[in-house]
């Protein structure tokens, strides 16, 4: 009994039930941490040893801690289901290991230059591939494989310093303070990350692809809820809305031209005559901040509840800062204005008056100037300039929810924002690809910004369809259009001074094209949704880049110019001007809605204006609902269930009431759909007891095989059922 007490004990010496390990490298403290299995965090100190709270990472994964600490071989740290952070004490090495494999190494960080530098190897002879930083910035030229990263924000940019590397980890960096620029650059020997101060956290994770990265950063940042099912419409903004005739012949053109649309965004005009960008310092006089401009909404409750019941919803623009002189007074007495600064951003006379929304108070007096305006009805908020301080779109969101819970508690939560940093997505928050020019350049590199964003954490971002300023012609905002409804925020935008982008306003032809593409994303909407439900609960995002689903295929690895939406749809729109573009085919594709096979491999296709390249894997099922005016309509007609033959496959079609937090507490329907391809059937089982006005009540199937292609007659969408769809 004693030899078996001394051996536990030493057992015990080794490994202790604890989520953190503590030790100093010379002048540096360590504390490696377990945050939940499959998340690390190795903060490094130069004096102090806690870790400051980011608001970068779920707060939850406070609550979640558990691992095993290590103390062997020289070596320190914890383990978690089979992987391992550890630092070796002598020499201050530490390697991140899982299933017997060091997945990244390193060395304890150093003071250099008023800040800690901290370095990874990159083994000889591999090239470094890593993806998820982030990007973009006024339609600028990106790729989707990076060699450097760091906390920036500007007008339509996100860099996040955050990347996910081919040899199979994660790594999020965050300095002392949350503003301050944490940065990592890669060359042929090593990944350096610097961190600003004398405290700096690296989040680390084994994920062993980009699938299994987004689900690990969604842990660590924090997954976004499912918006609002409205969202995924077509959501028309401009500036320059005139006043309310405009605004009811508008809505009324929508409708009369069977053109779908679900929301209209103000800018300006919504609560202000005359902008704030000359405003001095000090404001000025009775400047109308959270009033609404009388000339465009003289009866505002009165008005947003008559779109509402044409299916249309108002999402007014915010600033972030104040014009009214009064009101600056009392912020600046109270040191509630923060002036801009700490991202690298050029100051302007209007930064000078930007509330501190890092401040709790601030925070809190906003939301109750918000307050009314949220009860007349506004459907979200379109947040824009934001981009002086690299955490204000995060602080202002949380203002603008703390309005939101008091007004409609029950309610989600939506806003569109000009950038963002990591975390935003966890409060419900969108993003577009800020003031975009009207160019096929800028169409062009649009869909790699959007994809960088969706890998660096960011699931639900668009752009300016058509630019904001400029003037596209007819075949650009066509063309913008079909790339448009195959993004996961459908938005289209224009400056005062040019027309706005209605598609009647540019031709017959142009508007057909554009009809055709709202008519499309209106089918996809049951898609779409089921896809947000499942980023919710697994953190994969909408929008993938090819290479996450062939990650073994070279030519995909930096393809951007086409992308799938969800496990199965392919979209290659034409992005330049012409009926000809270059796709390639990661493996034999079927075009959409065709039985006809097209070989793997690259090839010229022709599409002619009102039509947009779009293809579906084998072993796909496509839920498409009818084509209706506004999601309000919806179900609308019955659910076609689309299956792209030559596997078996299965997918999950999800249902709730598309506008209050009862998915959280179960109030959804989950209808499992699965092909067999041997027996060429069709099955489903339906689980969750929601049973709202829009759930689908009907169905039909459509098979597109090496047969052609076959349907099925309409059925009741019962718990259960399935259709025989032998050739």
Do not use: H
């Given at each position: 009994m004693r030899r078996l007490a001394l051996s536990l004990s030493a057992l015990a010496s080794l490994f202790s039930l604890s989520w953190a390990a503590d030790l100093d490298v010379g002048p540096v403290h360590v504390r490696v941490e377990a945050l939940k299995p499959g998340l690390f965090c190795l903060t490094e100190s130069l004096g102090a040893p806690e870790r400051p709270a980011s608001i970068f990472t779920d707060p939850a994964l406070a609550r979640a801690r558990a691992g095993t600490e290590v103390?062997?071989?020289?070596?320190?740290?914890?383990?978690?289901?089979?992987?391992?952070?550890?630092?070796?004490?002598?020499?201050?090495?530490?390697?991140?290991?899982?299933g017997g494999m060091v997945l990244a190494r390193g060395t304890v960080a150093r003071e250099e230059k008023g800040a800690l530098a901290l370095d990874l190897a990159l083994p000889a002879g591999a090239p470094f591939r890593a993806y998820g930083a982030g990007g973009g910035g006024r339609g600028e030229?990106?790729?989707?494989?990076?060699?450097?990263?760091?906390?920036?924000?500007?007008?339509?940019?996100?860099?996040?310093?955050?990347?996910w590397s081919a040899a199979g980890y994660g790594a999020l960096g965050v300095a002392e303070v949350d503003d301050a620029p944490a940065r990592w650059a890669a060359d042929a020997q090593k990944v350096r990350w610097t961190f600003p101060g004398r405290t700096a956290s690296l989040y680390l994770f084994p994920a062993a692809d980009l699938a299994e990265s987004c689900r690990r950063y969604a842990a660590l940042s924090g997954a976004a809820p499912v918006p609002p099912r409205w969202t995924f419409g077509y959501l028309q903004s401009r500036w320059g809305w005139k006043d309310p005739a405009y605004v009811d012949e508008t809505l009324k053109t929508f409708r009369l031209r069977r053109l779908p649309v679900d929301a209209f965004i103000f800018d300006f005009e919504c609560y202000t005559a005359t902008p704030d960008y000359e405003l001095p310092p000090e404001g000025a006089p009775r400047f109308g901040d959270f009033s609404w401009n009388p000339s465009l909404f003289p009866d505002p409750a009165a008005q947003i509840a008559a779109y509402a019941k044409e299916g249309v919803r108002v999402i007014p623009i915010r600033k972030p800062r104040i014009g009214d002189a009064e009101t600056l007074a009392m912020l600046r007495e109270k040191k509630w204005i923060r002036a801009a600064g700490g991202n690298g951003e050029k100051s302007t006379k209007a930064d000078l008056r930007g509330l501190d929304f890092e401040n709790p108070a601030a925070r809190a007096w906003y939301a109750a100037q918000l307050e009314p305006m949220t009860r007349d009805g506004v459907a979200g908020w379109w947040n824009d300039e934001g981009e002086s301080i690299y955490t204000k779109y995060y602080w202002w969101n949380e203002a603008e929810r703390e309005a939101w819970s008091r007004a409609r508690p029950h309610e989600r939560f939506w806003s569109l924002n000009r950038s963002f940093s990591p975390g935003l997505q966890r409060l419900g928050a969108a993003a577009w690809t800020g003031d975009i020019f009207s160019t096929w350049p800028a169409l062009a590199v649009t869909p790699v910004n959007l994809l960088n964003w969706s890998l660096a954490g960011m699931p639900y971002a668009g752009c300016d369809i058509g630019g904001f300023p400029g003037r596209p012609s007819p075949e650009m905002l066509a063309r913008w259009m079909e790339a448009g409804a195959l993004l996961p925020v459908m938005r289209s935008h224009s400056a005062r001074k040019v027309p706005p982008h209605f598609p009647w306003a540019f031709g017959e032809e142009a508007e057909e094209a554009m009809r055709g593409a709202l008519d499309l994303r209106y089918r996809l909407i049951p898609y779409l949704y089921s896809l947000a439900h499942e980023a919710w609960e697994s953190g994969l995002p909408l929008l993938r880049p090819v290479a996450m689903l062939y990650p073994g295929d070279a030519e995909a690895a930096d393809l951007s110019d086409e992308w799938f939406l969800g496990p199965g749809l392919l979209a290659a729109p034409v992005l330049a001007p012409g009926t000809k573009r270059s796709v390639y085919f990661p493996e034999r594709l079927r075009a959409f809605e065709e039985a006809r096979e097209l070989p793997a491999g690259r090839a010229e296709v022709d599409a002619a204006l009102d039509q947009i390249p779009l293809y579906v894997?084998?072993?796909?099922?496509?839920p498409l609902g009818p084509v209706v005016q506004t999601t309000a309509d919806l179900p609308g007609g019955p659910l076609t269930v689309e299956v792209y033959a030559g596997k078996d496959a299965a997918f999950t079609l999800v249902e709730d009431d598309g506008a209050t937090d009862g998915y959280l507490s179960g109030a959804v329907r989950k209808t499992r759909f699965t092909w067999d391809e041997a027996r060429r059937t069709l099955g489903w089982v339906r689980e969750g007891s929601y049973d709202g006005p829009s759930v689908f009540r009907r169905v039909r199937a459509v098979v597109y095989g090496a047969g052609g292609k076959k349907e099925s007659p309409e059925a009741d969408l019962g718990p259960s059922g399935s259709f025989d769809l032998a050739q």
């Open positions: 103390d062997k071989d020289g070596w320190r740290g914890v383990s978690v289901d089979g992987q391992e952070l550890a630092v070796e004490k002598a020499t201050g090495a530490w390697e991140l290991r899982a030229a990106d790729a989707l494989l990076k060699t450097e990263g760091l906390s920036r924000l500007g007008n339509g940019k996100a860099a996040i310093p955050y990347y894997r084998p072993g796909t099922i496509l």
